[in-house]
């Protein structure tokens, strides 16, 4: 079975421009998770999207969006590009089976390094 | 709100040795699930083993096994016959309701 998949692997944007990630998370998996990694904050967590709904949201500004269409393929989009947001950003697919949520590990992709400058 | 501390930035262990690398969490819930996941240079982050609260026995996957101390809340990772391909960073992570909180992150160096 393929891994969660995500694509462009990088990319180099000047400040003010907007950026559009995407991601394929492993077959059957319904849930989709970004997380941004930077030196200075580590891992941290963006939003999750299941059922095209977004399920929650990590404590970053509006900038930031995000959206999961029916095949449960996710975009993540960041407007108004700002030095400190360059960073790996990784998408994780987990299967989300109802009562499970808790137990489910997720699986993540090689992730997109983005580069503002 | 849950948080988890890797108390070790670096690590370092001989080709073929033992290695523990801690980690300690707070939470206020009985049910939940621990993670060690690993971050070669490629970036790719990798699940090495997962334990599971409700479960008393640690978890063990071949070469890696982890000591989990439920009411000391502390969940360390044993890597014995350690090899060059285990360096890498490692961070431990506690699944939440709906996201995971990571550590900071311990780098393991290999020396052969």
């Known amino acids: 079975k393929a891994g969660v998949t ?45 059922s095209e709904t977004q399920r929650n949201k990590g404590n970053f500004p509006g900038r930031f969006s995000g959206r999961q269409f029916s095949n449960s393929r996710s975009e993540m989009n960041v407007s108004t590009l700002e030095l400190g947001d360059s960073a790996l950003y ?28 | 709100a849950q948080t988890v501390t890797q108390s070790q930035p670096e690590m370092s262990v001989q080709e073929a040795e033992t290695v523990t690398l801690s980690c300690t969490y707070d939470t206020s819930e009985s049910d939940y ?12 982050m990798i699940l090495v083993i997962r334990q599971e609260a409700y ?4 978890a063990t996957e071949n070469r890696f096994s982890v000591n989990f101390q439920k009411a000391a809340k502390s969940f360390s990772l044993k890597i014995s016959d350690s090899q060059l391909g285990d360096a890498a960073m490692y961070f431990c992570a506690y699944r939440s309701a709906r996201k995971l909180i990571f550590g900071t992150g311990t780098r393991l160096q290999v020396f052969p």
């Open chain 2, 33 to 44: 699930y621990l993670f060690w996941y690993k971050q070669p240079p490629s970036r790719q």
């Open chain 1, 6 to 50: 995500q694509t462009p692997r990088y990319l180099i944007k000047t400040r003010g421009q907007q950026v559009t990630l995407s991601c394929s998370p492993i077959s059957g998996h319904r849930s989709v998770s970004w997380y941004q990694q930077t030196p200075g904050q580590g891992l941290q967590f963006l939003f999750e999207y299941f």
């Open chain 2, 55 to 58: 479960k008393q026995q640690n």
């Open chain 1, 90 to 117: 990784l998408c994780a697919s987990s299967l989300r089976l109802a009562g499970r949520m808790n137990q489910e590990t997720q699986y993540f992709g090689p992730g997109t390094r983005l580069l503002v400058l």
